[in-house]
């Protein structure tokens, strides 16, 4: 059974950075991508960015390129989400996900197994 841990949310000032950690169990996620979404109250769940876990490829929302970056350790099993310079409107619950194959996707659909998300407050 596929189990995703979402980790290292909370609040933050405006300006401040934050990391949070996704820890993947259950398979091996060499044939998956690996993706974190996050979701503000009363709005839709959007797509942040995504890796592969073989090649790191990355891909990422216009939103948020050049403030998050997006990584993994492959023998940990574990994906990153470094966020600088946050804003109060990053607040949400960030999730991470995992979908199969190995194309990007920024499509919730396609994502398979998630994790039950990790609250991010950032104050101004």
């Known amino acids: 059974q596929v189990q995703l841990v979402e980790s290292g949310g909370g609040l933050v000032q405006a300006g401040g950075s934050l990391r949070l950690s996704c820890a993947a169990s259950g398979r091996t996620f060499s044939s998956y991508v690996m993706g974190w979404f996050r979701q503000a109250p009363g709005k839709v769940r959007e797509f942040l960015a995504a890796i592969s876990w073989i090649g790191g490829s990355t891909y990422y929302a216009g939103s948020v390129k050049g403030r998050f970056t997006i990584s993994r350790d492959n023998a940990e099993n574990t994906v990153y989400l470094q966020m600088n310079s946050l804003k109060p409107e990053d607040t949400a619950v960030y999730y991470c996900?995992?979908?199969?194959?190995?194309?990007?996707?920024?499509?919730?659909?396609?994502?398979?197994?998630w994790g039950q998300g990790t609250q991010v407050t950032v104050s101004s």
């Open positions: 996900a995992a979908r199969p194959g190995s194309r990007l996707s920024r499509l919730l659909y396609e994502y398979n197994y």
